[in-house]
């Protein structure tokens, strides 16, 4: 895959975009691309350049059968350790789970279709998982970032009714 970062100044220029993908999928139909456009001059309403960018990258999922007890991490800049209690509560719920700052692969990256569910903290990857939903039917969780222990007990709470868990007690964390 290659995301292709267009600018203000492909505008400015007149640039044919339909026609350079047009284009660069014929030359290339091994390689999927996707236009992620970086332009934010003048802009003032609208999604973000990293909205569109997230998107446009979940856009490349193939669709694929879907696979019980699996779901995606996605929208995080950096993989999520497994000593956290997010991951616990998948861990102990028996489900396997792709997060998309972990894909060493453009063949993992794709494995990421299979997901039943997709959980996402991050406001930017809305768009996103929103496009899943509508692409390859996986419902989605926000679990906002927090650092307020009410909101994460409660975050936490959603995901285990959602997994099928009943929360465990993190007084002694406290």
């Not at 222990?149 to 002694?172: C, D, F, H, M, V």
């Amino acid at each position: 895959a290659v995301l292709v970062f267009t600018s203000c100044l492909h505008h400015f220029l007149g640039c044919d975009m339909p026609f350079v993908y047009q284009e660069l999928r014929q030359r290339f139909p091994s390689v999927d691309f996707a236009n992620c456009n970086m332009n934010p001059i003048m802009q003032k309403n609208g999604i973000t350049p990293e909205q569109s960018c997230r998107r446009e990258m979940f856009h490349l999922l193939k669709k694929k059968p879907l696979a019980a007890r699996t779901l995606n991490l996605l929208g995080n800049d950096l993989p999520l350790r497994g000593n956290n209690e997010l991951i616990q509560l998948i861990q102990q719920a028996h489900w396997t789970w792709n997060d998309s700052a972990n894909c060493s692969s453009y063949a993992d990256f794709q494995e990421m279709s299979k997901a039943v569910l997709s959980l996402y903290y991050q406001p930017s990857a809305t768009l996103a998982v929103k496009l899943l939903k509508d692409t390859l039917q996986q419902e989605f969780l926000y679990l906002p970032l927090s650092y307020d222990y009410t909101e994460i007990q409660e975050n936490l709470l959603r995901l285990a009714n959602t997994l099928g868990l009943p929360l465990p007690s993190y007084k002694k964390q406290i």
